[in-house]
């Protein structure tokens, strides 16, 4: 449930409360009603930075760091249902639905994989989109910690997910060979190497890359799509939700890098004058070469 309050300063404050969660089954899908932050109030949080504290697990909270994130992750809220659609059932293990423009994407590059042999066996998309409530169980099932601190190297607090806002997937493939899914051992699979070298063209890029210094584990399984260029339809809408974490931690493989403006420094020419005695010289050499 999202409250809205006024506050001194005649602007509204919004804070958000999750009821406990229970396991999702099949899939995506979950046995309770599914509250859902709009779009529009996750990009009020993500310019305004959010509100101070982040709601965890069993009513624990958090202070947010200064640029929004709860314990490394940035605000993203959770997309509304009626603006994802669903990526086919053969693509998928389990349910999965995400914005069109990145179901779109998504199943161009599953139909390009399946026809390429370097692949060795089947990529499928494993998870999509992920509601408040999902995201809860996800992150609160299995911490250590009262605070969830242990859990944020490899999961994000409810409504700090990419998964929140329908442009990011998790793949697997199959066979598995014994490597559970969302596990290291997935990047030594060619299929996972066919992705880090073929995604990109598609419009998706690695967000948690390895050694990244978001404090998030490498996630060789974990992509968002940001389109393959600025102009691309909906791009600029994914591009702006994840601004600010592809500016501060750099997605690897990346599209269109976010680079460091060089401003190249101002050079000012000057002529220097000849001393006076140069000048007598130059004087006498040209009458000299008159009277030639």
Not at 172 to 201: H, I, Q, S, Y
Not at 252 to 271: F, K, W
């Amino acid at each position: 449930m999202i409250n809205a309050s006024p506050s001194r300063n005649n602007t509204r404050s919004f804070s958000m409360r999750l009821p406990l969660p229970s396991r999702p089954r099949g899939g995506q899908r979950e046995t309770r009603m599914q509250p859902h932050l709009p779009l529009s109030l996750a990009a009020i949080a993500l310019v305004a930075g959010g509100p101070a504290q982040a709601q965890l697990c069993n009513g624990v909270s958090i202070t947010k760091s200064p640029d929004g994130r709860a314990l490394g992750h940035f605000p993203y809220g959770d997309a509304a249902p009626d603006a994802l659609m669903a990526v086919p059932p053969s693509m998928a293990i389990g349910a999965c639905r995400l914005r069109p423009e990145a179901a779109a994407a998504l199943q161009r590059l599953l139909t390009a994989a399946a026809g390429d042999p370097a692949v060795q066996g089947r990529l499928y998309a494993f998870s999509c989109h992920r509601s408040l409530v999902h995201q809860q169980w996800t992150f609160c099932r299995t911490r250590e910690s009262a605070t969830g601190v242990d859990r944020a190297i490899s999961a994000a607090p409810p409504g700090h997910s990419e998964h929140g806002t329908g442009y990011a997937v998790d793949f697997t493939v199959r066979p598995a060979d014994g490597c559970p899914d969302a596990e290291a051992c997935m990047a030594a699979k060619p299929a996972f190497r066919w992705l880090a070298a073929n995604a990109p063209r598609f419009g998706l890029e690695l967000s948690f890359p390895t050694s990244n210094k978001q404090g998030v584990k490498w996630e060789p399984w974990h992509w968002r799509w940001v389109g393959k260029s600025s102009a691309e339809p909906g791009a600029a809408r994914a591009r702006f939700l994840f601004a600010k974490a592809r500016a501060a931690f750099p997605a690897n493989p990346a599209i269109d890098p976010v680079l460091p403006r060089v401003v190249p420094p101002v050079v000012v020419r000057t002529i220097e004058q000849a001393p006076a005695d140069e000048k007598g010289k130059k004087k006498r050499r040209r009458k000299e070469r008159r009277r030639d």
